[in-house]
Structures are given as structure tokens and as C-alpha cells.
């Protein structure tokens, strides 16, 4: 329903906003990471990458407008058809984000102290105003 979509928006907006605030904090006291030092909780940043993709509206509008009937079409034509746009949607979605996670720690080794804040601020920048963006987009409908 559009109302659950809206509520949806909103919480995901807020979520992202509230991630966005941490990243900004931890920008100003952070040092650069030392690979000798214990890393985060495994589960927890889990739990948040969970609560961000559930809460994000995005994936559901996508497969409630375009890739659900896609999928449908191609299925009813032949399954091979279904089978043809779903793997590479999923291989190029899943291997974007793979290859960026790995050219990130290739290069986390490179980064100066000062980079490396500089960069968490403008992600945390960026996160920020993508909050507003669903907020934006969840009021306005």
C-alpha cells in the first residue's frame, strides 16, 4: 500500500540520517584503522545492514514496478527468459558491490590519517543527504 511505502520511506530516511550522524562523529575522533586492532562486532554491523535494507524503500518499488513484471513476462515466454534477467541482475548487483569492497581495502592501506577522515565526513555527508532525500520523498508522497 502507498501509506506503508511512505512510513517505510520515512523510517529508512531516518535510519540512514541517524547512520550518517555516527559516521560524522566518528569522522572528527577517528584514527585511521590499524589492522592489528580488534574489529567491529560482526553482528552488529550485520543487524545494521539488515535494518538499512529493509527499511529502504527502493528494492520494493523496483520489483513492484519493473522487475517483478519483467521477471513474470520472461518467465511465461520461457524460464530460460526469467532465468537470462534475474543471474546477471543479481551477479552485477552482488560483484558491484564486492569489487567495491575490495578495491576499498586495497586502498585503505594508501590513505593518510587526514584522507581517511576526510573521507568518512563526505560519506557521512552524503548519507546525510540521502536521509533527506527519502524523508523528502516519503512526505511529498
Known sequence: PHGALRWLGAIGGLVVA???IEILRSARSSSFPDAAA?????????WRGVLVNVTNPH???????????????GWRTSPWLALAFLLPFYALLIGSKVLLAWLVSRGAGTLSETWYRRILAGSGVLMLVMAGVLIR???LG
Open 38 to 46: 580488534p574489529a567491529a562486532d560482526p553482528r552488529r554491523e550485520l
Open 18 to 20: 541517524w547512520m550518517a
Open 59 to 73: 528494492p520494493y518499488l523496483f520489483w513492484a514496478t519493473v522487475g517483478a513484471p519483467v521477471l513474470v513476462k
Open 137 to 139: 520523498q516519503a512526505w
